[in-house]
T-cell receptor
Framework: RKEVEQDPGPFNVPEGATVAFNCTYSNSASQSFFWYRQDCRKEPKLLMSVYSSGNEDGRFTAQLNRASQYISLLIRDSKLSDSATYLCVVNSNSGYALNFGKGTSLLVTP | DAGVIQSPRHEVTEMGQEVTLRCKPISGHNSLFWYRQTMMRGLELLIYFNNNVPIDDSGMPEDRFSAKMPNASFSTLKIQPSEPRDSAVYFC????????????FGEGSRLTVL
C-alpha cells in the first residue's frame, strides 16, 4: 500500500462550483500534513498546512481525521486559476522528509 | 530573494552517458531534498541531507545514482550510466530547519535519456 493515496481525477467543474478532494495515508504516527499545488510543468508549492482542528484559508478548507487517517481539501467558489494538480503530503516514517501523493487534477471551466 | 536554483533545466542524453544535475538551496536552509517525478510513480524522495550530511538515501534507486553536498550552498545528483527509465523531472527542494517548515522546490531538471 502506498503511503499516501489520492483519487487522480480529473475533476472537471464549472466556475463557482464547490469541489472536494480526499486523501488517505498509511502511517498512523504521522504528525505533519499539507496540501501542495502543482501547476502544469511547474514545481509544487505549498497551498496550506492541515491542522487537527481543521483550518481555512480564504476559499480553501482543510480537514484531518486521524482515526480514519484521512485528509480533505474543500475549494469553494472555484476560479479558473484554481486549475492545477493538488498534492496531499504527509511526513515520512522518519519524520524528516515528506511523502507526496500522486495528486488530484482539477480543471475549472468557464 | 532567490529561490532554489537547479541546472540544467532540460537535458537530453543517450543511454550510457553520465548525467549531473545541480542544485543551490535557499541561503540559510539546512535541509536539502532530491525528488524524482514521473507520471507513473508521482514524486519520489531520492535522498535527504541535513547540514550537508546525507541522512536518508533509501530512495536512491540503485548504485547508478549518487548524490553529494560538499557545502551548504551546493548539491549534485549524478547518474552513471544513465538509462531510458531514468527519464523524469528531478526536483531539488530545501527547508529552513530539519523536520519543520515549508519545502521550497526548484523549477526542476527535465531529463530525457534516449
Amino acid at each position: 500500500r502506498k503511503e499516501v493515496e489520492q483519487d487522480p481525477g480529473p475533476f472537471n467543474v464549472p466556475e463557482g462550483a464547490t469541489v472536494a478532494f480526499n486523501c488517505t495515508y498509511s502511517n498512523s504516527a504521522s504528525q505533519s500534513f499539507f496540501w501542495y499545488r502543482q501547476d502544469c510543468r511547474k514545481e509544487p508549492k505549498l497551498l496550506m498546512s492541515v491542522y487537527s482542528s481543521g483550518n481555512e484559508d480564504g476559499r480553501f478548507t482543510a480537514q484531518l481525521n486521524r482515526a480514519s487517517q484521512y485528509i480533505s481539501l474543500l475549494i469553494r467558489d472555484s476560479k479558473l486559476s484554481d486549475s492545477a494538480t493538488y498534492l496531499c503530503v504527509v511526513n515520512s516514517n522518519s519524520g524528516y522528509a515528506l511523502n507526496f501523493g500522486k495528486g488530484t487534477s482539477l480543471l475549472v471551466t468557464p | 530573494d532567490a529561490g532554489v536554483i537547479q541546472s540544467p533545466r532540460h537535458e537530453v542524453t543517450e543511454m550510457g552517458q553520465e548525467v549531473t544535475l545541480r542544485c543551490k538551496p535557499i541561503s540559510g536552509h539546512n535541509s536539502l531534498f532530491w525528488y524524482r517525478q514521473t507520471m507513473m510513480r508521482g514524486l519520489e524522495l531520492l535522498i535527504y541531507f541535513n547540514n550537508n550530511v546525507p541522512i536518508d538515501d533509501s530512495g536512491m534507486p540503485e548504485d547508478r545514482f549518487s548524490a553529494k553536498m560538499p557545502n551548504a550552498s551546493f548539491s549534485t545528483l549524478k547518474i552513471q550510466p544513465s538509462e531510458p527509465r531514468d527519464s523524469a523531472v528531478y526536483f531539488c527542494a530545501s527547508r529552513e530547519r530539519e523536520m519543520v517548515g515549508e519545502l521550497f522546490f526548484g523549477e526542476g531538471s527535465r531529463l530525457t535519456v534516449l
